[in-house]
């Protein structure tokens, strides 16, 4: 009976340790500085809907007018815990996509929320149905913004915007965000938004950096990539990378952030 005992003991060892290694590998946990990781990677109270639409082509104008008599509407809709962040049409890249951000400043319980109170909205679900028929793809996810990103407050300077989604290996969320914690303080006067997904395509980053024009970001990426320390720091996350999709964006005309 005891050496029976040891054995189970050994074996539920054996299976703690499992766990613990594949835990570690599936969301890159790193318990001794858990308090450390989470102001780093998130602003707990904000969550931010990033919806993807592929539009037939030839049918984004209509999209994009139908949707600036719904939307603005929601936003403005002092009842319904959300609020539009920007709304985005590609222009170079991805094309006929259109990128809509709402945010939630109360957690996962706004987003319930908004979920009930859309739902009673008389014709939301007719809405939806006919924009439907314009899609041919769509997708949302729910993200958290990265804790270190600078507060970004010019809403109307106009420009380009470029939106650059990552796809990282699992397990390197953390040494992401260590790195580009310092990176970002190197171009803040063009970075928008640093956002990780929770919810959707996960081990999903995306930052969003804003322009005058295409001649102005090649000359600011160009001075950045002149700086050691911008060099070090960025080549360090390559490795993390499976697939990296760059967006140039224009913001619509009823957009928050344009």
Not at 65 to 73: G, R
Not at 155 to 181: P, V
Not at 203 to 222: F, G, N, P, Q, S
Request: net charge neutral; proline share 3%.
């Amino acid at each position: 009976m005891l050496i029976l005992f040891r054995q189970l003991r050994h074996q539920k060892r054996l299976f703690s340790t499992w766990t613990d290694t594949f835990d570690k590998y599936l969301i890159g946990a790193e318990p001794p500085v858990k308090d450390q990781h989470s102001k780093l990677l998130a602003k707990r109270n904000l969550i931010y809907n990033i919806e993807i639409q592929d539009v037939k082509p030839g049918y984004v104008s209509e999209y994009l007018s139908n949707a600036e008599k719904v939307l603005p509407d929601i936003h403005a809709d002092n009842d319904i815990p959300v609020e539009l962040y920007g709304q985005f049409h590609v222009q170079l890249g991805q094309l006929d996509r259109i990128y809509t951000i709402w945010r939630h400043s109360d957690g996962y319980s706004a987003v319930d929320k908004t979920l009930l109170q859309l739902n009673q909205i008389k014709g939301y679900g007719k809405f939806l149905e006919e924009q439907g028929k314009l899609l041919r793809k769509r997708e949302q996810q729910l993200c958290y913004e990265f804790a270190f990103w600078p507060q970004y407050d010019d809403y109307y300077d106009g420009g380009i915007f470029e939106l650059r989604s990552y796809s990282l290996k699992a397990g390197c969320l953390y040494e992401w965000a260590n790195a580009w914690s310092k990176a970002v303080n190197l171009r803040e006067k063009d970075a928008v938004m640093g956002l990780c997904s929770q919810i959707g395509d996960m081990y999903t980053v995306h930052h969003i950096w804003r322009y005058t024009d295409l001649e102005h970001r090649k000359t600011e990426r160009d001075m950045s990539w002149q700086s050691g320390e911008w060099a070090d720091l960025v080549i360090k996350t390559v490795p993390m990378i499976k697939n990296l999709q760059v967006n140039i964006m224009q913001p619509s005309i009823y957009s928050p952030l344009r």
